[in-house]
């Protein structure tokens, strides 16, 4: 089992920043690439980055050069620093893992508000 609690969410201005955080506990070596998803208002789960155990990193286009997706194995956590934010960033943000038995967890989700 992988248990993944996030932090870092709020409210902030169109072009600000915020770090949105993932602490991840349980059997940590199992996992195979981890990530970062939202959903907005109405509308579905999307794929906002990934970064596997190997390092290799994918973004949704929208967040490409705004968004970095990292992790400090040392503190066990995850990342992902938003800036340049835009109306359309707002959602509810989850932390999401996915083993090598292809089980795939989620965290409760944290609330990011960009305000025009």
């Known amino acids: 089992q992988v248990q993944l609690v996030e932090s870092g969410g709020g409210t902030v201005q169109a072009e600000g920043s915020l770090r949105l955080s993932c602490k991840v506990s349980g059997k940590i070596f199992g996992i195979d690439v981890m990530g970062w998803y939202r959903q907005a208002p109405n509308k579905g789960v999307e794929m906002v980055a990934t970064?596997?155990?190997?390092?290799?990193?994918v973004y949704k286009d929208s967040v490409k050069g705004r968004f970095t997706i990292s992790r400090d194995n040392n503190k066990e956590t995850m990342y992902l620093q938003m800036s340049s934010l835009k109306p359309e960033d707002t959602g509810v943000y989850y932390c999401?893992?996915?083993?090598?038995?292809?089980?795939?967890?989620w965290g409760r989700g944290t609330r990011v508000t960009v305000s025009s």
């Open positions: 970064i596997s155990s190997i390092d290799a990193i």
């Open positions: 999401w893992s996915r083993d090598f038995f292809e089980t795939a967890y």
